[in-house]
Each structure stands twice: as structure tokens, then as C-alpha cells.
């Protein structure tokens, strides 16, 4: 079966690094995605990875290894807004999206 | 610029009676898609539809339907809703189908008693 694999919570201080990892087993990979979603919201788009490395978009970078089925969303210089749920998915073999739980993110002052 | 909408923000209905939750978007994108959004669960697809005119089952199809009528509209009905289907219901697009990044509405809240 297809499966993603994220914490579901952590907690980081405000000002800090955190550091979301993101385990995947699919049938094929067609990309990775990130989306940050606050509660009682929808979810919005953060993030694309397809090759392997490190994509950096201003305070927020992805990670992404195909040959491990891993990725991670680092978030630096941590601001109370970022408290959030992060979701990753994983764009199958037949261009669907398969997606992880979330993890919530907690910041604290 | 709205994006993507859904109407009704939230609904509380019976079992038994039917519902069509309503998604518009303004953005001419080709491609649409029904998502629920259970605690502890990763968004499930319900159904899609890659062009007007087209639609294909996700993966939790069962006692959903949708039709695309036209490239803007994507309504999904419950013909007979069941305390199960009990969900956030979140209606997506892409711009030209399954290879681009997709976009959300704000989602339906659903409680089905």
C-alpha cells in the first residue's frame, strides 16, 4: 500500500529552527508538495520538490531524497503565525495526490 | 479575485437526506477535485475531473457523485447522506490537470446526524 509518514505534533520556540520530516512509500513519484494549513482553514501550497536536494523559498526550504523516500520542510527565524499543521503529499505513478497526515506545529513565545 | 468558493460554509443534515455541496472557480483552470479531511487522516480524494465534460473516481468514491457541466462548476451530491460522510469537504483545482500544483477552496464543514 502507499503510505506517508509525518509526526503529528511538535513544538518549537518562536525565533527558533524546526525542522518537519516526511517519510514516503508510493507506487512511483512523480513529486513531492507542501502545504501549510491553519485550523479551521484550507490548505495552501508552500513547496515542490521533484529532484533531489534543497529548494529555499525565503524563511522556508524543502529537502527531498529520492532514493531514501524522505523530505523535509525546514521553517527558520520561527514567527507565532507559523503555528500551523504542515501536510506533505506525493504525486503517484498515476498523478495522484497521496497525503500524510500533517504534522501540527506548535510555536511558543 | 475569489479563486476557488464553497457553499454552504457548513451544514448540519440528516441522515437519509440529500446534499450537494456547491464549488466555483474563477480561475479557468482545467482540472477539479473533491477531497474529505478527517482528524488523523491525510486528505482522501473523493472524485476528480481533469476537463469539463469529464470525471473519474478517487480513491473513497462510494455514495458521492460530481458532474462538470462547465470548466467552472464542480458541484459533489451525497444521495442519501450517512453519519460517516461526517467530514471537512474540500473542493481543489489545477491549471491544467494532475502535473500542477492545486489549489483549495475554503471547504464545507458537513455533520451528518
Known amino acids: 500500500g502507499q503510505n506517508i509518514d509525518q509526526p503529528t505534533e511538535m513544538t518549537a520556540t518562536e525565533g527558533a529552527i524546526v525542522q518537519i520530516n516526511c517519510t514516503y512509500q508510493t507506487s512511483g513519484f512523480n513529486g513531492l508538495f507542501w502545504y501549510q494549513q491553519h485550523a479551521g482553514e484550507a490548505p495552501t501550497f508552500l513547496s515542490y520538490n521533484v529532484l533531489d536536494g534543497l529548494e529555499e523559498k525565503g524563511r522556508f526550504s524543502s529537502f527531498l531524497s529520492r532514493s531514501k523516500g524522505y523530505s523535509y520542510l525546514l521553517l527558520k527565524e520561527l514567527q507565532m503565525k507559523d503555528s500551523a499543521s504542515y501536510l506533505c503529499a506525493v504525486r503517484d505513478s498515476n498523478y495522484q495526490l497521496i497525503w500524510g497526515a500533517g504534522t501540527k506545529l506548535i510555536i511558543k513565545p | 479575485i475569489a479563486g476557488i468558493t464553497q457553499a454552504p460554509t457548513s451544514q448540519i443534515l440528516a441522515a437519509g437526506r440529500r446534499m450537494t455541496l456547491r464549488c466555483t472557480q474563477d480561475?479557468?483552470?482545467?482540472?477539479m477535485y473533491w477531497y474529505r479531511q478527517d482528524l488523523g487522516l491525510g486528505l482522501r480524494l473523493i472524485h476528480y475531473?481533469?476537463?469539463?465534460?469529464?470525471?473519474g473516481k478517487g480513491e473513497v468514491p462510494d455514495g458521492y457523485s460530481v458532474s462538470r457541466a462547465n470548466t467552472d462548476d464542480f458541484p459533489l451530491t451525497l444521495a442519501s447522506a450517512v453519519p460517516s460522510q461526517t467530514s471537512v469537504y474540500f473542493c481543489?483545482?489545477?491549471?491544467?490537470?494532475?502535473?500542477?500544483?492545486?489549489?483549495f477552496g475554503p471547504g464545507t464543514r458537513l455533520t451528518v446526524l
Open positions: 480561475m479557468r483552470h482545467n482540472a
Open positions: 475531473s481533469n476537463t469539463a465534460g469529464t470525471t
Open positions: 481543489a483545482s489545477s491549471e491544467r490537470g494532475a502535473t500542477d500544483t492545486q489549489y
